[in-house]
């Protein structure tokens, strides 16, 4: 299956793609007290929501790395019509260094690059500058889920998931969490994106896959990932 086409048709509405609002990114953007001129890096950047309004709104320095060309042209397209100073790369932000330090480094909801937030922020520590603010965006269980629920992934508990970063040296600054209704606008967006491309493009390689999912994904969701599974970003800054 062509996965980073894939991916670009079920988040063709989406500009975060993540389970965050615009308010809840806005209000994570607020809650660092960026500096104007402040320099941001984001590994697997997606569509640049985060680099594109946080350069509108705080006027940061931004740069974006991800593998999906869509989501590339995408972000390159809404920092063009905002004019700010964001720059997106095409590559593979796996093992992605910045070239000069940074004073925040991201990884929001795709820490898959470094095996998980613990190597992930490892990743993200290559490119910080002294005393700068690392943010990963990760899911955990809200609550102990069903054996069906698990088939989802193998992830923390809320408070393992701090434990977990704290152990490996950091301080948790701060976070902001997604809720239920911030889950239901990224996902359930999701299915009415598969059924127009479906009533569009019936004999497309991918339709029967998309098929599939949108036969599935509304009853596994409201059973086994709404009730169970959370998602949120901490900000970290490694103890000296």
Excluded at 65 to 80: G, Q, W
Excluded at 197 to 220: G, K, Q, S, Y
């Amino acid at each position: 299956m062509d996965h980073l086409r894939h991916h670009a048709i079920r988040e063709s509405s989406h500009r975060i793609l993540d389970p965050f609002t615009d308010d809840q990114l806005a209000t994570l953007g607020r809650a660092l007290r960026l500096d104007p001129g402040a320099t941001v890096l984001d590994l697997a950047c997606g569509k640049g929501e985060l680099l594109c309004t946080w350069a509108r709104d705080h006027g940061t320095v931004g740069t974006g790395v991800d593998l999906n060309p869509a989501f590339v042209d995408a972000a390159r397209e809404r920092a063009a019509s905002l004019g700010v100073d964001v720059v997106v790369e095409l590559g593979d932000a796996a093992g992605y260094v910045s070239p000069t330090p940074v004073d925040v480094a991201c990884c929001i909801g795709a820490t898959w690059i470094g095996d998980g937030a613990v190597g992930t922020l490892d990743l993200l520590a290559r490119s910080l500058a002294p005393r700068g603010v690392a943010l990963v965006g990760e899911p955990f269980w809200r609550s102990d889920p069903p054996e069906a629920a698990r088939a989802i992934g193998d992830f923390h508990t809320f408070p393992g998931l701090v434990a977990a970063v704290q152990d490996a040296g950091w301080d948790v600054i701060e976070m902001v969490l997604a809720d239920e209704a911030s889950w239901d606008r990224y996902v359930a967006a999701q299915w009415l994106n598969l059924r127009r491309f479906l009533d569009e493009h019936p004999d497309d390689p991918l339709a029967p896959a998309f098929r599939d999912e949108l036969t599935t994904a509304p009853l596994d969701y409201v059973t086994n990932q709404r009730p169970y599974l959370g998602w949120g970003v901490l900000a970290l800054v490694r103890r000296p």
